[in-house]
Structures are given as structure tokens and as C-alpha cells.
């Protein structure tokens, strides 16, 4: 909302699962404060943050210094087969739209294998209509995710996201609407930022590399605003956003001072 | 539960979606009355039905009479990978539970064509869990419903499920549970009462055939109790507990009049 990518209504009208109003529950908190939501000069920003991939860990290091975050794509895909009765129902007879989104979320991972080097690959969400054990699923809806330190890289991978989509469903005579709602470029940090993280690694004494990160942060929005960068800490088995998290406190140490070490050196005080 | 495959008390106390109990609603409407849920003596059962399946309209008939009902297999599989974030984790850490399931959708569909006849093999329920947009699945239940007209084919077709499941997971390194939960024989309707509908099918000027039931069907059950067998009629496409249902009045008429002559029959008046 500060870098002016979601307007301030429509962040104040957001509700959650519950049908919770964001606006209302910052007021029953006592968070809804009369200062505008705009941004102000900074030098820099800076954020520590768990790497959620298994790359420091593997390496036995403590701290990455992140240059930038990768590019992502998102699509959503809805097939539309024929709804039948599992039964009476022979196999030449069938458009299983559950049979299509199947050969999707295996040409996917393919795409994955096929481009290779850092692309990834996911269909994290699928929902079957009308999801009963007896019925030959009628309509799917699945997203697709795909992501790539460069943006080059996923230019490719859309066609053949489109072309996997296409011989599924003419293989299994489905219906479909595929569209590619949502591209984030690359997101590059600011060099001198980069560079001071860099030398706090160093002076911390901590086991460091340069990083790139898979996931979105505040970061990459601050970005857009001002010179911004980022430091990661290992996560075990790369771990996120689940009970199994974890950093051990050396490294979370190491983490520690590099931000505070690089928070020095930007406000020129190192 | 007339045929004691469900007791009174478990049928009382079935709750549907909304909660609502099965005996609460039966005395709200008037229906809970004080006769006693026991099988009597009958001289035959018969049920008309649609065919649920595109045979009789395909060729053109107007009557099916149905020899049996087929065998069904009904299994359950749930599997067990690691959630993870989809940004950040390389594809050579993953064990994506939906990369295990789409296998094992394409790998039901594949039993049917490898062992072919009239064996249908569906998956007709799949959730994934967390089920969102950039979190690798780590965990997907599924169906699987099975059905071919001879039992011994279900005999081949289980342990070849056993296959295709344990491959899967294998590959992607997912843990899984599968149990085979439901289980029933082919019902092969009574002699008589088919010889009986096949006669009223000629004298109803019907085009008929006989014709093997691929779904359930209340004469299921009735079959345990004394001779029951059916009269199908086409459903145009096959469709069947959908709104696009539809079976033309000609044919309708032609299972009417094989359903009375039918009974005339049994009844001993014809």
C-alpha cells in the first residue's frame, strides 16, 4: 500500500476468511491511526528474513546476501469435461476433466525438467467439481506458478505451459480457459545496498554467499520506492510458514549483526 | 436397510450437508410412521430406471432388460508429501503430494485401456491440502471406483491400482495409505424375472437388449431378498443426475408398457 501497488480502500475493505474486515479489526485494536499511508524519504531498506529454500543450509552457511528476487508467474486454468455417472459410463464415452488437469500438473513439473536450471515449477491449488466418488469430474480449476532468476526464462515457459494445456485437452476432448493474471519482473537490489550487506557479512565473521530469493517480500515493493535489499538465514530443510521453521540461534546471530552492521554502514555511521 | 444392509438406528441418525437428521426430518414431514422396517414376501421386484449410459441410444432401442448389475471396487488413497514454499525450493527437493496424484489419475486411466472390455475406472474426488496458489501440496485424498461386469476383472485390476500407486509415490518419495474399503460382487438379477421383462419388452413392440447395469440400483439390494430384476430406458447422452437429463416419450411409454406387462406376468394375469 506505502509503495502504491494496492489502494488504501481496497486494503481497508479486505476481509479474511472469517468475512473480517481489515479496517475493523485495526480499529478494535487500536491500530487505525490518523497518520497518512504515503511514503517518506529513506536511505535504505533493509530486511532479515529466513531464506525458505534449502540453499545455506545445504552449504553450511550463515547469512546470503540477497541480490534481488526472482521473477514469477501466475496462471489459473479452468477445464470444463462432461459431469457423469462413474458407472454406465464407458471409457471411450469420457471427457474427464480431472484425466486433463492430471496431464497439466505432470507437463508442468516437465517444463521444470525440460528448461532446467533454477526454474520451479508448482500447481499448488486444484479444485474438483462435483468432487464425489462416483461421479466423472465435470470441472477442474488449478493454478500454475512459475518462477526463474530471469525473466527470459519464464518467456519460455509460457508457451509451454500453453502447449501442455492444449494437447491435454484436445487428448481428453475438454474445454478450457487458461489466463496468465499476474507477472512480476525480476526485482534486482539496489547495488550499494547489496555491496553494504556484503562488507557487514563479512565483519560479522559469518559463512555468507550471494542469494537470490524465490519468494516475494516487503522488500520487493520498498524496492520500487528506494534503495532496498535484503538479508537471509537458513531455514531447516528449507522449511516455511509451518511448526517445523527453525534457524539455529548462531545463525540468527550472524543474521543479526549483518543487519545491524549494514544499517551502520548505510547511515554512515560504520 | 429393508434389505438389512444398513440398521434402523445408523439410518435415523444420517445427517446430510446442512446437519439436518434423517429422523428429525421424516417426523417433520409427517413420515416417521410406527410400521416396522421388515422385509415381507414378494412375488418379484421391479424397477424402471434410465439406462445412465449412451448403449440403448446408441442403437437406437427403447428398452434395455437388465441381467445384473456389475461388480465395484471403491478405494481410497491418501498421500503424504512435504508442504513446502513454492518460490524458494528446488525441484529436486520436492515431494509434491499432486505431482504423485496426477500420476496415479493418469495411471487409474491407463488400468482401464491396458486391460480394456468394459472395465471403467474413475477418480472422481480429489482435495489437496493447503490447496493455494504457492504452497507446494502436502497432502492429497483421493478416490478411486472401479467397475467391470465380471468380478474376476476387478481381481486384476486391484493389484495393478497396487502398482500405479506405489510407482507414484516412489518417484516423487511420498508416503501414502491406500485401502480398498468397498467392495461388491456382481448381482446377477433372477432368471425368471429377466426371461419375464424380455417377454413383455417383445410384446411391448420395443426395440430392446439385454443389458448389464453399471451403477447401483435400489433392485441391488431387493436381489438379496427374492427375484427382483429392471426395465432401462436410453438417457440421451448418458447423462444422468444432471439437469441436461433427458429421455425422449416414446421410449418412455415403450418401458412403461414392459414394466405393466412385465408385472401382469410375474402376477401370473398375463
Chains 1, 2 share one sequence.
Not at 6 to 31: H, K, M, S
Not at 153 to 167: I, K, M, S
Not at 171 to 190: A, I, K, N
Not at 252 to 270: K, M, P, Q, S, Y
Request: hydrophobic share 40%; with cysteine.
Amino acid at each position: 500500500m506505502l509503495a502504491g501497488k494496492i489502494a488504501l480502500e481496497d486494503a481497508y475493505n479486505a476481509r479474511d476468511r472469517d468475512g473480517l474486515r481489515l479496517a475493523d479489526e485495526l480499529e478494535r485494536i487500536g491500530y487505525l491511526g490518523p497518520e497518512p499511508c504515503v511514503p517518506r524519504a529513506f536511505r535504505a531498506y533493509l530486511e532479515l528474513h529466513i531464506e525458505q529454500g534449502p540453499r545455506l543450509e545445504e552449504e553450511g552457511l550463515s547469512v546470503g546476501v540477497v541480490e534481488g528476487i526472482v521473477a514469477i508467474s501466475w496462471s489459473r486454468l479452468t477445464l470444463h469435461g462432461v459431469q457423469d455417472h462413474a458407472g454406465p459410463t464407458p471409457m471411450r464415452s469420457r471427457h474427464d476433466a480431472l484425466v486433463a488437469a492430471a496431464e497439466v500438473v505432470t507437463g508442468v513439473r516437465r517444463i521444470a525438467t525440460e528448461l532446467g536450471g533454477d526454474l520451479v515449477t508448482t500447481v499448488g491449488s486444484l479444485v474438483v467439481s462435483p468432487n464425489i466418488v462416483n461421479a466423472i469430474p465435470g470441472r477442474v480449476a488449478l493454478s500454475i506458478d512459475m518462477r526463474d532468476p530471469q525473466d527470459a526464462t519464464l518467456d519460455r515457459a509460457l508457451p509451454l505451459l500453453d502447449r501442455v494445456v492444449q494437447e491435454a485437452c484436445e487428448r481428453e476432448g475438454v474445454r478450457y480457459e487458461l489466463e496468465h493474471y499476474w507477472r512480476v519482473p525480476r526485482t534486482p537490489f539496489d547495488a550499494g545496498v547489496v555491496a553494504a550487506v556484503e562488507r557487514a557479512a563479512k565483519a560479522s565473521g559469518a559463512g555468507w554467499r550471494r542469494i537470490l530469493s524465490g519468494a516475494g517480500h516487503d522488500a520487493q515493493y520498498m524496492a520500487a520506492l528506494g534503495p532496498a535489499g535484503m538479508v537471509f538465514v537458513p531455514s531447516r530443510g528449507g522449511r516455511s510458514h509451518c511448526e517445523e521453521e527453525f534457524t539455529p540461534m548462531d545463525d540468527i546471530e550472524h543474521g543479526a549483526n549483518t543487519l545491524f552492521l549494514a544499517a551502520l554502514d548505510l547511515a554512515g555511521r560504520a
